[in-house]
């Protein structure tokens, strides 16, 4: 039924079977995660793992890609259902549930893609995929819509989740002003209840969606500039001092930190076998940051 020609003609007849093959997972089927999915459905990836607990309810009406006829559908079934009208060929496995109790559905994926809000189940697909040396693109929008980053994350090649939060998401999840405390951060550092525009949502998920290709297509197409993206959807001072225009943005390199309690050497070389009183060293012995370091103030250092 669909026919593939301009994707073809636009990436060429290796790169569509390469996406064809492709098996990717996005957890998180809200207002970003649903339209990366339909986004890379269109794109030619060929093999999807949609994971979501949440049913559709009228107030994602206003930003989401499944209109009223999915109303009360769990979200991850809904995405099923559009998808295979894009891609009636597409290999499609849903889990109507939370991706932490299935960690097995990430086995094998050649790609994760998160789509959920909370901090805290970012931090733990974070440990999951380091686990299976799965490469993860996270994306966050900023209150109101104002704005928003995506990133791309390879176990031990560049940093982990944590130390990339460490740097952009200081202190979220931690209103205590201690210094960012890995394990204890909660799940209140979602953004889920903001009002945004769907225009904006998606921006930043159109965003994700082409790291993900990217990704997927390896060397097929030019490097990336960085492995971060912070997109302005209006003028937002994203590098202290200098004001980035709307639907601009700022690529950054985050860099993995050696003494991270997640990804760090130490923690490596330690294995599975540490002890709590073992860990407790390490967490006092890792130097500390300066917590009210703000990710601007960071970015003009580095720039
Ligand atoms: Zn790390």
Redesign the pocket.
């Known amino acids: 039924m669909t026919d593939w020609d301009r994707v073809r003609r636009l990436m060429g007849e290796d790169n569509l079977t390469r996406l064809r093959q492709a098996h990717i997972a996005v957890v998180g089927l809200g207002s970003g995660g649903g339209f990366v999915a339909l986004s890379l459905a269109m794109s030619g990836v060929g093999r999807f793992t949609l994971v979501d607990p949440e049913e559709l309810e009228p107030v994602n009406l206003t930003r989401h890609v499944a209109d009223s006829r999915y109303l009360g559908w769990n979200k991850a079934e809904a995405m099923a259902d559009l998808i295979r009208h894009r891609n009636p060929d597409a290999q499609i496995t849903v889990a109507k549930d939370d991706i932490l109790k299935h960690p097995e559905l990430l086995d094998g994926i050649d790609l994760l893609v998160v789509g959920v809000d909370g901090e805290g189940t970012k931090y733990k697909l974070n440990e999951l995929c380091l686990a299976r040396n799965v490469t993860a693109i996270y994306a966050g929008v900023y209150a109101r819509g104002e704005g928003g980053d995506t990133c791309i994350i390879r176990p031990y090649d560049g940093?982990?989740?944590?130390?990339w939060a460490a740097e952009l998401r200081d202190g979220m999840g931690d209103q205590s002003g201690e210094e960012m405390d890995y394990g204890l951060i909660q799940d209140n550092g979602t953004l889920k209840a903001e009002p945004a525009l769907w225009v904006h949502v998606v921006r930043v998920a159109a965003a994700q969606a082409d790291l993900a290709l990217s990704v997927l297509l390896g060397g097929a197409r030019p490097a990336l500039p960085a492995n971060t993206l912070v997109m302005a959807n209006q003028a937002l001072e994203i590098v202290a001092g200098q004001t980035t225009p709307a639907h601009s943005g700022v690529w950054a390199n985050i860099a993995?930190?050696p003494h991270?309690l997640?990804?760090?050497d130490r923690l490596r070389v330690a294995d599975q076998s540490i002890s709590l009183d073992d860990l407790s060293d390490m967490l006092m012995a890792a130097p500390s940051e300066d917590d009210t370091d703000s990710a601007a103030r960071r970015l003009e250092d580095e720039a």
């Open positions: 940093p982990c989740y944590a130390c993995r930190d991270c997640v990804c760090g």
